[in-house]
């Protein structure tokens, strides 16, 4: 199994409610295209609700194998979901493991 988590932070321009509303979109770009990715297990969107933590929204995965998370990376979906989260956040981190 192969975890993928990525964190943002919104744009600081971004209000409190643009910030909720451009979380439920990417949730609703990225989780369906669980479906669509075979080996993908779980894809999952989360939304900060806490002061203690120093980022706004994870994107918290899990992949069979390597060369699942690799066809979720270029999936269609996931290439035009990209586009829409780059333009709404910003400090991306990212990290990948084998579990």
Same mark, same amino acid.
Do not use: C, Q, Y
């Given at each position: 199994? @192969?975890?993928?988590? @990525?964190?943002?932070?919104?744009?600081?321009?971004?209000?409190?409610?643009?910030?909720?509303?451009?979380?439920?979109?990417?949730?609703?770009?990225?989780?369906?295209?669980?479906?669509?990715?075979?080996?993908? @297990?779980?894809?999952? @969107?989360?939304?900060?609700?806490?002061?203690?933590?120093?980022?706004?929204?994870?994107l918290i995965s899990t992949f069979e194998t390597l060369e699942a998370l690799q066809t979720y990376q270029t999936h269609p979906d996931h290439v035009a979901a990209g586009g829409y989260v780059r333009s709404v956040t910003h400090n991306r981190s990212c990290l990948d493991y084998e579990c």
């Open positions: 199994m @192969v975890k993928h988590i @990525v964190l943002w932070n919104f744009n600081e321009e971004m209000t409190p409610d643009e910030k909720r509303a451009a979380g439920e979109k990417m949730k609703e770009l990225l989780e369906p295209i669980k479906s669509k990715v075979p080996g993908a @297990v779980d894809i999952r @969107v989360v939304l900060n609700e806490l002061d203690s933590s120093n980022r706004d929204v994870a």
